[in-house]
């Protein structure tokens, strides 16, 4: 089976962006193909655990191809990952015995929306109308405490959000931003 998957529209820097999974039956193994994309990612095939079984970071225009190998692997449950800073593809996959089954209608793809900090406020924001999967924002003091909290609307389709933090005290805070592929942690230290 191939799967081909396009996500079209910012942050993306191409709308042909294109990633391809096709499960090679007869050799029991993956390929895995990035085209279109000049962005700098990261391509993981994770256990149940998230455990990394391989991981390797594609930096180039040119197009990406690698074929994962995996015939050692029990029968099981996994993730293909293609992670960047703005986004993340989660193809799950599935092993039984010598048959390779991508699911293909769990696949998942996140936009991770970017946290600007200055001494006056934290905004939190995407590009563009896409779908945004975040679920939480926070702030802590130097002792680990929440200080501040904010619930973010799942599936928002996009986030342009303004905290205004001209009144905290001198000292270091954590910002946090839950998404549900990724934790994006920051460190502010207001003088």
């Known amino acids: 089976m191939v799967l081909t998957s396009t996500f079209f529209g910012q942050p993306f820097y191409t ?18 193909r990035l085209t279109n994309i000049s962005a700098k990612c990261k391509v993981r095939l994770v256990d149940n655990f998230e455990n990394d079984l391989f991981a390797e970071v594609y930096s180039s225009k040119m197009g990406y191809a690698k ?14 990952m293609i992670e960047s800073e703005e986004w993340i593809c989660e193809q799950p996959i599935e092993i039984v015995k010598n048959e390779i089954i ?28 896409n779908t945004v999967n975040a679920n939480h924002f926070a702030l802590f003091n130097q002792s680990g405490d929440e200080i501040f909290a904010y619930k973010l609307t799942n599936r928002n389709p996009k986030i342009n959000i303004s905290f205004d933090i001209s009144n905290l005290d001198k000292g270091k805070y954590e910002v946090a931003l839950y998404t549900d592929a990724k934790t994006i942690i920051k460190t502010i230290n207001r003088q």
């Open 15 to 32: 709308k042909n962006m294109k990633v391809i999974f096709n499960a090679l039956e007869d050799q029991k193994a993956m390929e895995v």
């Open 67 to 80: 074929k994962l190998n995996l015939k050692n692997l029990p029968s099981g449950k996994y993730k293909v």
């Open 102 to 129: 991508v699911l293909e209608e769990m696949q998942n793809w996140y936009v991770i929306p970017a946290m600007e900090i200055t001494n006056e406020s934290i905004k939190v924001l995407t590009a563009g109308e």
